[in-house]
């Protein structure tokens, strides 16, 4: 798929920085579409035009500084700023952030990403309309940044069985994400989840999409693979010993690796 790119405009900045913009659908653009799509938001409003990525400042720190910071040199010509940040309520972040006229201009505009709240998200038609490569490389992006790997005991005590889950608040999203992995040969199941938070004292209620099994999850490494060292340090602790403890993060998956 190639874009029209006659409308976008390039800041004095985008010039001299020597932002490029893609005019045709790569692997990387649609990994980077997946990740914008899970933990990344775009602020466009008078003058401003920006776009961040939030992640944990623990488990996602090596991800954003070498994995999302490699994709954008390679799509647009430009490395972001990883940097963590402490908010009022003491969480720590990792934030990667860019401004750009050209790039913002170009995910809202050509591949049709939102601005501002993601409520009513979908995925884009450059990406339904694709192979199955930048369809694997979009999911991937996705996973990576909005996805979780669990492991349930299921028959046994021990937590062997793998379930990727991706919690989202749009109903309508989970379905469309589900027909996408049915394209690509996964089978998968949709949860009504609610969730209900304390300090707001209200319930908000989303989807699930839920890929199950062995079978699954071996076949995700093979095609769609992960990025992400939080889940992929998840991944080898299962492969090696047959199991994965709960609550394994990057260090504790390491000191298992390094054990077994």
Excluded at 71 to 100: A, M, Q, Y
Aim: aromatic share 12%; proline share 3%.
């Amino acid at each position: 798929m190639s874009f029209n790119l006659e409308n976008i405009q390039f800041s004095k900045n985008d010039n001299r920085r020597g932002v490029l913009l893609p005019k045709v659908l790569s692997p990387e653009l649609s990994e980077l579409i997946g990740i914008m799509m899970g933990d990344g938001n775009i602020y466009m409003k008078d003058k401003r035009y920006e776009l961040a990525i939030v992640g944990d400042s623990n488990e996602d720190i090596e991800y954003h500084r070498e994995h999302i910071n490699s994709l954008f040199k390679k799509v647009f010509n430009v490395s972001p700023i990883s940097r963590i940040r402490i908010f009022k309520d003491s969480r720590k972040c990792v934030i990667t952030k860019f401004e750009s006229k050209a790039i913002v201009s170009f995910l809202t505009n050509c591949v049709s990403l939102p601005n501002g709240k993601k409520d009513n998200i979908k995925i884009p038609d450059c990406i339904t309309d694709s192979g199955k490569e930048n369809i694997y490389r979009f999911l991937r992006g996705l996973a990576d940044t909005d996805f979780s790997i669990k492991f349930k005991t299921r028959y046994e005590k021990k937590n062997y069985y793998p379930i990727i889950i991706g919690n989202f608040k749009s109903n309508s999203f989970v379905e469309e994400l589900k027909s996408l992995l049915n394209s690509i040969g996964f089978l998968s199941h949709i949860e009504k989840r609610t969730n209900f938070n304390k300090k707001s004292n209200k319930k908000y209620y989303g989807s699930s999409i839920n890929i199950v099994g062995k079978e699954n999850f071996e076949k995700w490494i093979d095609r769609v693979g992960f990025a992400n060292k939080r889940h992929i340090i998840r991944y080898e602790v299962w492969k090696k010993i047959g199991y994965c403890p709960p609550y394994t993060n990057i260090e504790k998956g390491e000191v298992i690796l390094n054990k077994a």
